[in-house]
């Protein structure tokens, strides 16, 4: 073999979320890491396929998949293999147990080599997971925080496993002048003078929404603050769920305080506009690429000390809550809505450690070394320069 080393990931592709802005970071990154050439497989077009079209990435259609439908899964499986005979891969990176479950038979043995990038814990082992540990076992499997590497062995018992926090870009969004980002604000119905917290996150109970709420509900008019929650519903159930957060805020009486922003396609520009991010989960969060986007801008965060978030932040850059402590919650805002210089302080120290963890160019080479050693030995091809 010879670098680049070719990397084909294998998605679903029908969602969008962290899993999704990590592979279009790793396109839109690309150049700073010349050792690795990606490539993308999904089985539903959609705004993932759209952004790493846009950035100029090679999507392969394998066509939409449903499990209770064998001959979609065998369709894709030979679609797969059509891609993998023409591409020469070396690495064939699943980023779900439903991906492998349902396709990692199609990868020929012992080559390219199977590597598995797991996003989420493995707390109670579903019908999925059950599969895909059935499936070809990968050679590495890539835990983005040590918190999820932890329950690896849920899926994969012996499989290497190593962490590996993914590249984050900070965002070239900038709100620009003072009276830019009043505007801004006031297009989402910040005041002048307000304090603007932000949520950001899929419309699922265990992001905390409802947890905040409930804070802000008891903090009431003892400061000047507006909440911004930003996230579209993307499931049936998701779209119950947030019409039930619209009721509970206005049950609460903080319709006029609170806003529902929807997906948005421009989050760098509302964290930009905001002042704190809150997002006090009522569970563990494997990873969550919003914490290292909002430290980036210089937001000071809230959230609950468990998994990946009590990895991420510290104290130089927010304040860690312990899990489903309501008043913890509370006080956390309280002290952060009475004290601009503390949060400009915090909000100092995120840029710093979001470049620790997640800097792309650092990230890029500790991704290209991790697959070098599950593919094995490379040698660079003469005609390409990796100065």
């Keep these: 073999m010879s670098w680049p080393l070719r990397v084909l990931h294998v998605h679903a592709g029908n969602l969008y979320g962290g899993i999704e802005t990590i592979l279009v970071t790793l396109v839109r990154c690309g150049a700073l890491e010349p050792r690795l050439s990606h490539d993308f497989a999904l089985c539903f077009d959609g705004r993932l396929a759209d952004e790493l079209r846009g950035a100029e990435a ?37 980023h779900s147990a439903w991906s492998h479950a349902l396709l990692a038979a199609a990868v020929p043995s012992p080559r390219p080599a199977v590597v598995f990038w797991l996003h989420g814990a493995i707390v109670e082992p579903g019908l999925l997971d059950q599969l895909a540990r059935r499936a070809r076992r990968p050679r590495l499997v890539i835990a ?91 499931r049936p159930s998701e779209a119950r769920y947030a019409a039930a957060l619209r009721a509970r805020a206005a049950h609460l009486g903080l319709a006029q305080r609170v806003r529902f922003l929807g997906e948005r396609r421009d989050l760098a520009r509302v964290i930009a506009a905001a002042d704190l991010y809150c997002q006090p989960n009522s569970a563990p969060e494997p990873f969550g690429n919003v914490f290292i986007e909002a430290m980036y801008a210089g937001l000071p965060v809230v959230t609950a000390a468990a998994g990946g978030p009590a ?63 599950a593919a094995g030995p490379v040698e660079p091809s003469p005609r390409q320069s990796l100065a």
């Design 58 to 94: 090679p999507v392969h259609a394998l066509g939409a998949v449903r499990a209770s439908r064998p001959w979609t899964v065998l369709r894709a499986r030979a679609r797969l293999r059509a891609v993998l005979a023409v591409g020469k891969f070396d690495v064939v990176i699943f």
């Design 144 to 234: 983005n925080s040590a918190y999820t590497l932890a329950t690896a062995g849920a899926l994969f018992r012996a499989a290497r496993a190593e962490v590996f926090h993914q590249p984050l870009a900070r965002p070239a969004e900038d709100t620009g002048s003072p009276a830019r980002r009043e505007l801004i604000r006031a297009e989402f119905g910040a005041s002048v003078g307000d304090v603007v917290i932000l949520h950001a996150g899929r419309m699922e109970a265990w992001k905390g929404h409802g947890d905040l709420l409930d804070a802000l509900a008891r903090i009431g008019d003892a400061a000047p603050w507006t909440c911004w929650f930003a996230g579209g519903a993307q």
């Design 311 to 373: 990895e991420i932040v510290d104290e130089t850059c927010g304040i860690l809550t312990p899990l489903g402590n309501g008043a913890a919650l509370e006080a956390a805002l309280r002290s952060l809505l009475a004290d601009a210089g503390r949060r400009r302080a915090l909000g100092r120290g995120g840029p710093p450690r979001a470049r620790q963890l997640c800097d792309p160019a650092r990230q890029l080479a500790a991704l290209a070394t991790l697959l070098e050693s």
